[in-house]
């Protein structure tokens, strides 16, 4: 269940490699399996502060181990920035680990 909810800047929205499938990238480059990926692309309309063409939110379940919280995060972050044409160095990623039934799915708490 990662799953990843992502603020990308216009410019970096328009020079998409399309058709690339950002979720075949993300597994790649953190060595993991597609089959529970979900990636969720919004466009940022404004930012202030320090410059990020794209930043995301990473949820993992708590059941992931820290090597691979940290291959799925930096997965994350070289699949997007190739994706998006964009340095790596403009891609931020904030990660937050989710506890067993704090996730409802088809109306049901979702334990492991």
């Known amino acids: 269940m990662p799953i990843a909810n992502c603020i990308v800047s ?3 929205y328009e020079n998409a490699v399309r058709p690339a499938d950002l979720i075949q990238l993300w597994a790649h480059e953190s060595g993991k399996s597609p089959d529970a ?3 969720n692309i919004v466009l940022s309309t404004e930012q202030f502060g320090n410059p990020y063409d ?3 939110n990473l949820f993992l379940p708590s059941l ?4 691979d919280v940290a291959l ?4 994350l ?3 997007l920035a190739g994706y998006f044409g964009v340095p790596v160095s403009s891609v931020f990623v904030m990660t937050s680990i989710l506890d067993s039934g704090q996730v409802v799915e088809n109306g049901e708490q979702v334990v492991w």
């Open 72 to 75: 799925l995060q930096t997965g």
């Open 54 to 56: 794209i930043m995301a």
């Open 77 to 79: 972050a070289k699949a």
């Open 37 to 39: 990926m979900t990636v």
């Open 64 to 67: 992931w181990s820290k090597q």
């Open 10 to 12: 216009p410019r970096c």
